[in-house]
Nanobody, 121 residues
């Protein structure tokens, strides 16, 4: 059974930092591209960042670039999202997403349940 479990969300003041974690089980982690997405109620889900396996190449949405950092530890089946200089508009539920990267994992797509981040004074 595949599980993606996010943690690390919470309430933080503007300008503060949080680090989200997502632990994966039931998949061969180093064969999956890992993404973070976020969603505000009533709005479409928004892609935030991606990290590839092996190369560790990363890409960010323009509105989080230079503030957020995605990383992965394949020995722990974990992907992280370090969020700095947080703004109220970063308030959202944050979701971890694993997408199969070729071979037998092609087409596989798994999601976590989300962790809430609230940026407010």
């Amino acid at each position: 059974q595949v599980q993606l479990v996010e943690s690390g969300g919470g309430l933080v003041q503007p300008g503060g930092s949080l680090r989200l974690s997502c632990v994966a089980s039931g998949i061969t982690f180093n064969r999956f591209v890992m993404n973070w997405h976020r969603q505000v109620p009533g709005k479409e889900r928004e892609w935030v960042a991606i990290i590839r396996p092996t190369t560790g190449r990363t890409i960010y949405a323009p509105n989080v670039k230079d503030r957020f950092t995605i990383s992965r530890d394949d020995s722990k089946n974990t992907v992280y999202l370090q969020m700095n200089s947080l703004k109220p508009e970063d308030t959202a539920a944050y979701y971890c997403n694993a997408v199969g990267f070729g071979g037998s994992e092609s087409g596989l797509d798994y999601w976590g349940q989300g962790t809430q981040v609230t940026v407010s004074s």
